[in-house]
């Protein structure tokens, strides 16, 4: 391979564009089964599941961006702007623009604590539960760890 080759394939745009086009296919093919389970929501909460669905999918843009300054600290911001204008046109509907309303508030809370701390995006998930608050301390834990794997899956596959 010649060098100027190489160095088209190790670029750092090439590395973002693959950054992004794996966390567009993640994104498309979660379910968030597992933190419906965690939630209490049952399958037949339709309008508690579409919410939490826009919630949990503007956090993992939120978590996928918290990853990408960490792998890509220079392009963070280009990136993940790139990723939401993109998201924008495939995905023109109203529900769509919510998340990504949501995505921005959510990468503006964990921009916050960074990794130290996923305690507050989990609360504040927690508070579209109807439990109890001695059953929201548990499921706030709960949260914070899924989150925390949720993360490291993300991050895991970011490139």
Same mark, same amino acid.
């Given at each position: 391979? /010649? ?25 498309? #093919?979660? $379910?968030f089964h597992e933190e419906m389970e965690i939630l209490g929501i049952g399958r037949m909460q339709f309008m508690r599941r579409r919410q939490m669905t826009v919630e949990l999918r503007g956090l993992y843009m939120g978590l996928w961006r918290l990853?990408? #300054? @960490?792998?890509?600290? *220079? $392009?963070?911001? /280009? ?8 998201? +924008?046109?495939?995905?023109?509907? !109203? %529900? @769509? ?5 949501? +995505? *921005?508030?959510?990468? @503006?809370?964990?921009? +916050? =604590? #960074?990794?130290?701390? &996923?305690?507050? %995006?989990? !609360?504040?998930?927690?508070? &579209? =539960? =109807?439990?109890?608050?001695? $059953? ?5 834990? !709960?949260?914070?760890?899924? &989150? ?6 993300? &991050? $895991? !596959?970011?490139?």
């Amino acid at each position: 391979m /010649t060098g100027e080759n190489l160095a088209q394939v190790y670029e750092p745009a090439s590395l973002g564009q693959q950054a992004l086009e794996k966390f567009s296919l993640l994104l498309e #093919g979660l $379910d968030f089964h597992e933190e419906m389970e965690i939630l209490g929501i049952g399958r037949m909460q339709f309008m508690r599941r579409r919410q939490m669905t826009v919630e949990l999918r503007g956090l993992y843009m939120g978590l996928w961006r918290l990853a990408l #300054g @960490s792998s890509f600290p *220079q $392009d963070a911001d /280009t990136i993940f702007a790139l990723y939401l204008q993109r998201y +924008a046109l495939t995905h023109p509907d !109203r %529900v @769509s623009a919510k998340v990504l309303e949501r +995505a *921005q508030e959510y990468w @503006s809370m964990l921009q +916050a =604590s #960074g990794l130290a701390d &996923f305690s507050h %995006v989990a !609360r504040h998930i927690c508070a &579209f =539960s =109807s439990l109890e608050e001695k $059953d929201s301390r548990a499921m706030t834990l !709960r949260l914070v760890l899924h &989150f925390r794997a949720v993360y490291k899956m993300i &991050f $895991d !596959r970011l490139i």
